[in-house]
């Protein structure tokens, strides 16, 4: 089955389940032979592999969770979309410059209420990856997004945003075109938003390229995702001149949903399924579903001016010194 | 541990002071100044006289924030002078963030890498900001965010423009996430300064990247910047580094950033009070 062969390919920590997954695969083709029926000792193997995942899972360096949260089956923006919305449509193009395929959006609904969503989009394949950028986003992207924005404030409609980005993508145009304009406007634009605005950090939130979608009333994170200033590779190449000490820099930076939450960064964790999002993408939605939908409800009373209060005071108090 | 010092230490060590002597260009007793980018020698007090500006080659020298200050106002009265950064998350590299702090304080004379405060432009008041690269790179994290932010709301009070100077390595990684806060938290005051249409010009000065360059330094009702200063999101060695080609010359320097629409104007410094106090005047009448 195409769906089991998906789950076989294994984070690198997982390699521990390699052996029990051998195993698995020959109870079955001694099951499928017809010749015994092993079908209570294939349960008890996929039980055991699920156990030891879940043990595996339950303790997690920070450093593994990178892993998670870039691991390519990960389930991307629009995998999401899909499970989460109905009638998606997607609206391109920043009527600027061009449409950046890294940052996607447009109109749907939530449980029968009307929303806009947009968020950035990763691939599942290297291929898939090429034309996405790698979820990097453009000033295109950026300013796609703020046009989405503006259309949900126009029509008084919630804005959904799912943020899974390395980081803006730092290249020649990407500068012409003003990388750093796209990201400080929106960054403005979106405290004054006068509708309803949730953000859920579902795989990376890279830095300024994740924080440039990502200013919502609410900011949820799945239990999985991180968010950082810089990328623990480029911390450790800069503080420690050595990438290789990615691992470190991982810890040190906290960066974990659990760091985000006690920082007062992050409002809600979003539980994963056991060994992660991509191992049960639908529940995973699903959770992520409930999620937004619990937070987005209380905002839903709250007029322009309230709603612009309650992002300036998120955002004003942000910040730990010395008086 | 001097007693173990090496060889290759002391010459580390040697290189080290070569190199703070290089950024603190108003020791006293230093007479001639070579001008990094053509080499001439300039004497030190008609360096002071011409602003930090190579006479020969236009180079502007880095100025402290002391220095900015001193050059462009009439009075300035500092605010919020006792914030200071707190190593919140225990944060060690090579070495401990509260280490590094300390450090900088000594070293710059500084407590954070901004100054804020009020000033008199030639008699125009303003709420004045001068962050200062001199404290670990001009990097931002809580206090340079939070000191921007009370910068602002004192100025949205008592109605006066505000003028920021930056210059900036980006965000401070050893406050990690909360430094990307303060990119949310400065943007966020900016926007309620623009409510209430009070204006707000962002002078960029060599270099102003990052976290900074992609916050409140873009968000100007006018973007200055001073000839040749490196202003940028990424830096150029990470697109080198991504793309693996050349890249133009003069890219991200002001002029190619005023080329390219992102700038109002590149203005030498010493026409910088000049078109400052005009902006004000505008911005006044």
């Known amino acids: 089955m195409a769906e089991k062969k998906v789950n076989r390919q294994l984070l690198e920590f997982e390699k521990p389940l390699i052996e029990l997954y051998d195993k698995l695969e020959k109870l079955k083709t001694m099951s499928e032979s017809g010749k015994f029926d092993m079908t209570e000792e294939v349960k008890l193997m996929e039980k055991r592999i699920d156990a030891v995942r879940q043990q595996i899972f339950s303790n997690l360096s920070p450093s593994q969770i990178v892993q998670v949260a870039r691991f390519i089956q990960r389930p991307t923006t629009l995998d999401y979309f899909g499970m989460i919305f109905d009638d998606f449509v997607e609206l391109h193009g920043d009527r600027n410059f061009g449409d950046d395929p890294a940052i996607v959006g447009g109109i749907a609904t939530l449980d029968g209420r009307s929303v806009v969503v947009m968020g950035h ?13 790698f979820g990097t986003a453009h000033p295109e992207g950026y300013r796609k997004a703020l046009r989405l924005m503006r259309l949900a404030e126009r ?15 730092p290249g020649v145009g990407a500068e012409e075109r003003g990388q750093a304009e796209a990201i400080a406007k ?12 949730v953000a859920a950090i579902t795989g990376e939130g890279g830095s300024g390229g994740a924080l440039g979608i990502a200013m919502g009333n609410r900011v949820l ?13 480029g911390c450790a190449s800069i503080l420690f001149r050595d990438a290789k000490r990615a691992n470190e820099a991982a810890v040190a930076m906290k960066i974990t949903a659990k760091d985000m939450l006690e920082l007062g960064v992050s409002d809600e964790i979003i539980k994963e399924p056991p060994g992660g999002a991509h191992q049960d993408p639908k529940l995973a939605a699903k959770n992520l579903k409930s999620a937004i939908i619990k937070n987005l409800n209380p905002l839903l009373s709250l007029s322009a001016r309230e709603l612009i209060a309650d992002r300036y005071n998120k955002y004003r108090k942000m910040g730990i010194f010395n008086e | 541990m001097a007693s173990t010092l090496s060889i290759h230490d002391w010459f580390n060590r040697k290189q ?3 190199e703070i002597a290089r950024e603190r260009l108003d020791i006293p007793g230093n007479v ?18 011409n602003l930090k500006v190579c006479p020969k080659c236009q180079y502007h020298f880095k100025l402290t924030s002391a220095e900015r200050i001193r050059q462009l106002t009439d009075s300035f009265l500092e605010i919020n002078p006792a914030l200071t950064s707190k190593n919140f998350l225990n944060f060690t590299d090579s070495k401990s963030y509260t280490a590094r702090i300390e450090d900088s304080i000594l070293k710059s004379g500084l407590k954070d890498a901004i100054v804020t405060g009020h000033a008199r432009i030639n008699g125009f008041d303003a ?17 340079v965010g939070e000191k921007i932010a009370r910068l602002i709301e004192e100025a949205i009070e008592k109605k006066s423009p505000v003028i920021i100077f930056s210059t900036s390595g980006g965000a401070r990684m050893q406050e990690s996430i909360m430094s990307l806060m303060q990119m949310a938290k400065t943007s966020a005051v900016l926007g309620r300064l623009r409510e209430t249409g009070i204006p707000y010009i962002s002078v960029l000065t060599d270099p102003t990247t990052g976290g900074v360059s992609a916050s409140f330094a873009m968000l100007g009702d006018v973007n200055l910047a001073e000839p040749n200063a490196l202003i940028c999101f990424a830096g150029p060695r990470v697109i080198e580094q991504t793309i693996r080609q050349k890249l133009p010359p003069g890219f991200q320097r002001s002029e190619y950033l005023l080329a390219h629409g992102m700038l109002d104007a590149v203005v030498d410094r010493r ?15």
């Not at chain 1, 989009?121 to 950028?133: F, I, P, V, W």
């Not at chain 1, 804005?159 to 980081?167: F, K, R």
């Not at chain 2, 026409?271 to 009448?285: D, I, M, S, V």
């Open chain 1, 155 to 169: 029509y008084n409609k919630p804005v959904i945003s799912l943020i899974d980005t390395p980081g803006a993508y």
């Open chain 2, 32 to 49: 001639w100044v070579k001008c990094f980018k053509c080499g001439q020698a300039i004497y030190a007090k008609d360096l002071e006289e």
């Open chain 1, 186 to 197: 929106n960054l403005r634009e979106m405290t004054e938003l006068t509708v309803p605005f």
């Open chain 2, 127 to 143: 709420a004045l900001g001068v962050m200062d690269f001199s404290f670990m790179g001009g990097s931002m994290g809580s206090v």
């Open chain 2, 271 to 285: 026409e910088l009070k000049e078109a400052l106090t005009k902006l004000l005047k505008f911005f006044k009448n």
């Open chain 1, 121 to 133: 989009q990763k691939g599942h394949s290297t291929k898939e990856n090429l034309t996405r950028n």
């Open chain 1, 221 to 233: 994170m799945m239990e999985f995702a991180i968010y950082s200033v810089i990328s623990p590779e």
């Open chain 2, 16 to 18: 080290q002071q070569k």
